[in-house]
């Protein structure tokens, strides 16, 4: 799956790697999270475009959004056959410029955060799906999920799923939701090829959406992740350890007809 990823690399190194006309000025990010606005590529008119969407897929016929799931996945599997995803698959394909992503993985002491980015260092393009949610008052809001497979078996040992990603050359085939239909471009909805991704270690800092700086993607030393794991040790142990019982004082007759702030 795709909870938080990176996008670092600079605008113009994008610009020229996605082929948009635009020339947008963006800082880098190395802890995006779902509901932000992200960068997005389009095709509009035969070209492509960049956009800022909303990460958190959000279908055309919803009436009320505080009423409906946060959507920052969906499935290869299904994608063209929920009917939350149809018409997007069919028509509002994206790309979602990224550079890498976080993935955290269970262990004994503590869920361990890694940073998986291509082996040759270069950004890469997710599969995305796009939706412009209209609200009552006709305010639109352009919307996004990334498409996930399972896992080859190289990946597979830090989570069963991952983001599909979409090679340069097939960029345009991608894209092209009028030339190409959905089942067009199923052979594109699979996991990036064995050994294409590495991956490392990393601090907890990034569990903090606020946090969103360089050092996230620093590789954790061996001591450093062996003082994580005690210190979530001690953090659990003091966890478990009875608390005292605290004795609310109960309020005289005449003054529960008043309200309280505590």
């Known amino acids: 799956m795709c909870g938080r990823y990176v996008i670092s690399s600079p605008p113009e190194a994008l610009r020229r ?9 963006f800082p880098p990010r190395f802890n ?38 946060l959507v920052i996945n969906a499935r290869c599997e299904t ?24 993935e955290w993985q269970a262990s004994p002491a503590r869920k361990r955060p890694f940073f998986i980015h291509r082996r040759d260092g270069a950004p890469f393009a997710f599969a995305g799906i796009a939706e412009t949610w209209t609200g ?14 399972a896992a080859r078996a190289d990946m597979a040992v830090l989570h069963d799923r991952v983001p599909v990603t979409i090679d340069p050359a097939d960029f345009e085939r991608w894209l092209d939701g009028d030339a190409l239909s959905a089942a067009d471009v199923t052979a594109l909805l699979v996991a990036p090829r064995q050994g294409a991704f590495v991956w490392h270690e990393v601090s907890g800092a990034v569990n903090r959406v ?14 450093q992740a062996a003082a994580a794991d005690e210190a979530e040790r001690g953090r659990t142990t003091m966890r478990k350890k009875p608390q005292p019982s605290v004795v609310r004082p109960v309020a005289d007759e005449d003054d529960s007809r008043q309200g309280s702030l505590f």
């Open 210 to 223: 606020a946090n969103d700086r360089a050092d996230l993607i620093v590789p954790l030393t061996a001591e």
């Open 136 to 149: 009552p008052n006709g305010e639109e809001v352009d919307t996004l999920a990334i498409i996930t497979a």
């Open 32 to 69: 995006v999270a779902p509901t932000q606005p992200v960068p997005v590529v389009i095709r509009d008119h035969g070209a492509r475009h960049f956009r800022l969407m909303r990460w958190g897929f959000m279908p055309a016929w919803v009436k009320d959004p505080r009423g409906f799931a």
């Open 17 to 25: 790697l996605f082929g948009y006309s635009e020339q947008p000025n």
């Open 79 to 102: 994608v063209l056959d929920k009917p939350s995803f149809r018409n997007a698959i069919r028509r509002r394909r994206c790309l979602v410029p990224a550079d890498g992503y976080y």
